[in-house]
Nanobody, 120 residues
Framework: HVQLVESGGDSVQPGGSLRLACAAS????????MGWLRQAPGREREGVAA???????RYAESVEGRFVISKDNAKNTVYLQMRSLKPEDSAMYHC???????????????WGQGTQVTVS
């Protein structure tokens, strides 16, 4: 099993920045892909960003150019640097990991509890 714990969520003004962190523990070798998803009240979950073992990345169109996903393999930690934040970015942000790839996030195997981001 892989345990994921998120941190870094906060309330910020539009245009501000935050860096989220996701610390992985347990059988971390199973986390071939790691990423971030978000869910706001009344909305469906949205895949935000993902990074593979080879450091290939992809982003949702809504955040491309503003968010950057990165990882520190030694610390088993994935980060999401969020810049130029907009009110529509407000959501609970969840870290997730998949054993096989960075395709459909609904197939990913492990999920964190989330960290709240509020932009107002």
């Amino acid at each position: 099993h892989v345990q994921l714990v998120e941190s870094g969520g906060d309330s910020v003004q539009p245009g501000g920045s935050l860096r989220l962190a996701c610390a992985a523990s347990g059988s971390t070798y199973k986390a071939k892909c790691m990423g971030w998803l978000r869910q706001a009240p009344g909305r469906e979950r949205e895949g935000v960003a993902a990074i593979a073992k080879g450091s290939r990345t992809r982003y949702a169109e809504s955040v491309e150019g503003r968010f950057v996903i990165s990882k520190d393999n030694a610390k088993n930690t994935v980060y999401l640097q969020m810049r130029s934040l907009k009110p529509e970015d407000s959501a609970m942000y969840h870290c997730a990991a998949g054993q096989y790839g960075c395709g459909n996030w609904k197939t990913w195997d492990y999920w964190g509890q989330g960290t709240q981001v509020t932009v107002s």
